[in-house]
């Protein structure tokens, strides 16, 4: 498949405003792990908006099980700005520090939650997706492939990623990266390829990002 195939041709049946939403809705994506690297609370209000963005995209696509993930990476946005808020001295950048054992076992728990609340979610997504309605429609997850599968993976990988970013802790990033990688191809096949290409710059900006906390920690030890 050449680049048309792959990144273009998906959008020929799409709307004008459509294609500008997801654009937006990249841009602030990007705005947001900017902020993130630089540790500003800024990474939140931006990243509400893209979100936000995607749950009105998802939904006008009938992906009610995706729109309704990313309301609560929209929830859990919220979460985190009230902790960075309550945690920074002049309203705008934050210390960070590595996850403790206890988070760690908190991470993984978690996690596991995550998976099976993801899975439920497509589980009930044939009911979902028919706007609430039991008719002609059977529950189960015979209908996920494997782009399915890999986006229950990812959004809880992604979960402890954005907990652990509200605790302000390094290791956040790891999971973004791990997350990132993994949603290039799943974004592709989806036919957001626009979405896409935003994933693999959050790859290449989230590597920046942790060695650019695990400097600032270095730095503030040393002091």
């Not at 509400?48 to 009610?64: D, R």
């Not at 290409?197 to 040393?222: C, H, P």
């Amino acid at each position: 498949m050449n680049f048309y195939e792959l990144f273009l041709k998906p959008y020929a049946s799409y709307e004008t405003y459509q294609i500008v939403l997801e654009t937006i809705a990249m841009t602030f994506g990007i705005l947001s792990v900017y902020f993130s690297i630089k540790k500003n609370i800024w990474v939140y209000p931006t990243g509400i908006i893209s979100t936000v963005l995607y749950v009105y995209i998802l939904f006008v696509f009938g992906l009610l099980g995706d729109m309704m993930i990313n309301f609560y990476y929209s929830v859990m946005s919220i979460y985190g700005w009230i902790l960075w808020s309550k945690h920074s001295e002049d309203h705008v950048h934050v210390e960070v520090s590595w996850a403790t054992k206890k988070e760690w076992i908190f991470a993984t728990i978690l996690f596991i939650l995550s998976l099976n609340l993801v899975t439920m979610v497509y589980y009930y997504k044939p009911f979902i997706d028919n706007h609430f309605s039991m008719i002609n429609v059977e529950l189960g997850l015979y209908h996920l492939d494997w782009a399915n599968w890999l986006d229950i993976l990812t959004t809880a990988i992604f979960l402890v990623g954005m907990w652990l970013m509200a605790k302000r802790r390094i290791e956040n990033w790891i999971f973004w990266i791990i997350g990132d990688i993994i949603c290039i191809p799943m974004m592709i096949y989806k036919g957001l390829g626009i979405t896409s290409i935003q994933f693999l710059v959050f790859t290449v900006m989230a590597i920046i990002g942790y060695f650019e906390w695990k400097k600032d920690r270095l730095i503030n030890n040393s002091n």
